[in-house]
């Protein structure tokens, strides 16, 4: 038996010994991975220039002097995150989508090919055929 006292672990909320790591996905391969879009990239450079771009828009609400070319190129990148973020969401349902529907056509497969085999196998019969008759 082993001396190892359960411990609660922050990130699984599950009970597990010292030194175990936790199965994050209880479920096996079941579950379809989110494909990570190439848009979020562009997105995460996006949002590093966002403070500075709130600060100069709300430089200009506030009624302080600022460029206007620094305050339309604000604009663009606060509605640039914003479409951006829509585009990488859209394109990651969708590739999503796909491996899901990958993965249900290759399910069908396994459970037509289970079917074949066992037409193949045969069955065990309980009754015993009568044997061919000869002829007199």
Known sequence: MSNKKPTQTDKSRSTQFDGERSNRNKSGNSKIRIQKSKLRNTAEKLRELEPTALENIKNSVEGKEVDQKMLDT??????????????????????TKIRMEGKRSDDDEDEQEVAEIVKLVPRLKLTFDEPPKEDE
């Open 74 to 95: 604000s604009k663009w990148i606060i509605t640039s995150i914003v479409s951006v973020d829509r585009a990488a969401s859209g394109e990651e349902a969708s590739l």
